[in-house]
């Protein structure tokens, strides 16, 4: 089978290698559309993603979509359209029992976390754990189905932060995570929805999805008035941003955290925060709402027009340089997608 293997910094190649055979509790999927995420940016381009560095060729992509080609059980038939649940989780911690994702121990596709490192779904077929398989409602497009994965994360964000039903919302970054948050707002019924970026293409694809467009720094940007909403869904991890977020809560409101943040110290400016009484709340990936992402797609599949601008072919390094190339410019792409079929 055809896979793309990270060796190093900007160091992709495809390869061939024996298609694997799935074991007991197992099923072989042939992948369709595999999402280009932040963190195979960073493996890709800086052969490292924080403290997790590529010392073995990796296949990269945990937000994939394809349909089954063998499940040993015979419980799901072969064609069968699925997503995948990337994580297997560690061992459990008393008292924390309903947040498996925060279990130490686990695993995530396409991540050199571990050792051996966990293959992603940039491949032809890919070995994944029964569990982690989600069949597709029906007529499901496959290129929508591999948002659910990061849907799922900007939902755990909204879920965290306690809802939004009938909240005055700022997205804060309008990255694809940003986008899909602020399409989740929507949908889930906020009052109000403020997505904010420094670009103009980010805030054009959150006007689409129904969200108020500011632009935040440089020439013709606005400021966010302050005190005035209840829920802040932070999607950028710049420390600049997550200030800003704060001054535009109001007092008691929530901050949501959902952009990853650089380890060490950050120069946050808290003071506002502590005055305000406002609760900053830490998000990291998601438990189940990757089925919730599943249904929110299957009724609103049109999300996928805006979020996903540019689907590269899978079947050279040189195509998937090209969409990881593409994935860092942020203004001209929302999500990427490599096409493994072809």
Do not use: W
């Not at 290129?143 to 809802?163: D, K, Q, S, T």
């Not at 019924?189 to 403020?194: D, L, M, P, Q």
């Not at 005190?227 to 997550?242: Q, Y």
């Not at 998601?286 to 299957?298: G, V």
């Amino acid at each position: 089978m055809k896979t793309l293997f990270i060796h190093g910094r900007e160091d992709i190649r495809l390869e061939d290698v024996p298609t694997p055979e799935p074991g007991p509790g197992e099923v072989r999927l042939r992948i369709a559309y595999v999402g280009v995420c932040g963190s195979d940016l960073h493996y890709y381009f800086n052969g490292a993603n924080g403290a997790f560095v590529v010392e073995e060729p990796m296949a990269p992509g945990h937000e994939v979509s394809g349909v089954v080609d063998f499940d040993p059980s015979g419980k799901l038939d072969p064609g069968t359209p699925v997503t995948v649940h990337p994580a297997t989780f560690g061992d459990p911690i008393p008292g924390i029992e309903d947040k498996r994702h925060l279990f130490p121990g686990g695993s995530y596709l396409g991540s050199a976390s571990t050792h051996p490192h966990t293959q992603g779904g940039m491949s032809e077929f890919l070995i994944v754990k029964d569990f982690m398989v989600r069949p597709l409602p029906e007529g499901m497009d496959l290129r929508v189905a591999a948002l659910a994965e990061p849907l799922g994360v900007a939902l755990h964000g909204i879920n965290v932060a306690g809802g939004v039903e009938g909240k005055r919302v700022v997205v804060s970054g309008s990255g694809p995570i940003g986008l899909l948050a602020a399409a989740a707002a929507v949908a889930k019924g906020a009052a109000e929805v403020v997505s904010t970026d420094v670009l103009a293409g980010p805030l054009d694809r959150a006007h689409q999805l129904g969200a108020r467009p500011v632009r935040v720094g440089g020439a013709g940007s606005a400021e966010l008035p302050r005190g005035h909403f209840d829920v802040a869904l932070e999607c950028s991890g710049i420390p600049a941003a997550v200030s800003a977020t704060i001054e535009a809560v109001r007092p008691a409101g929530v901050h949501a955290q959902i952009g990853m943040m650089g380890a060490g110290p950050q120069p946050i400016a808290l003071a506002m925060l502590i005055a305000k009484e406002i609760q900053l709340r830490g998000c990291f990936r998601f438990n189940t709402e990757i089925d919730e992402a599943i249904e929110l797609l299957a009724a609103r599949p049109e999300i996928a027009d805006v979020v996903v601008t540019h689907v590269f072919r899978g079947d050279s390094a040189d195509s998937a340089v090209e969409a990881f190339t593409t994935a860092r410019d942020s203004d001209a792409s929302g999500k990427v997608l490599v096409d493994m079929r072809g």
